[in-house]
């Protein structure tokens, strides 16, 4: 079992910044590709970014590219969202998730997930 706990999330306004941070405890954090999703009303749940467990390769949804960086720190079992350059549309609850598999946008590929973080940019 992972356990993931997300925060950092709030109220921002466009054009500006959030950091997101999710924290792992259970098995070893270094075996699992990590990820970060986000759901807004109505709506599926998207992928947003991805991050390997070793040498810290990254793939990112077109929609966030430029703007967001995921990171991962495996000393401190955390992996970071920096969301830069805010719009209106990425506001949603934002999960963090960690898989077995590298590279995987579809959540089903992801075994554990967090509660959830909720980012709301104002216009």
């Known amino acids: 079992q992972v356990q993931l706990v997300e925060s950092g999330g709030g109220l921002v306004q466009s054009g500006g910044s959030l950091r997101l941070s999710c924290a792992a405890s259970?098995?070893?954090?270094?075996?699992?590709?990590m990820g970060w999703f986000r759901q807004s009303p109505g709506k599926e749940r998207e992928f947003v970014a991805t991050i390997s467990w070793g040498v810290g390769s990254t793939d990112y949804a077109d929609s966030v590219k430029g703007r967001f960086t995921i990171s991962r720190d495996n000393a401190k079992n955390t992996v970071d969202l920096q969301m830069n350059s805010l719009k209106p549309e990425d506001t949603a609850v934002y999960y963090c998730a960690a898989s077995s598999k590298w590279r995987k946008v579809a959540p089903e590929e992801y075994e554990y997930w967090g509660q959830g973080t909720q980012v709301t940019v104002s216009s």
């Open positions: 259970g098995r070893t954090f270094s075996n699992y590709a």
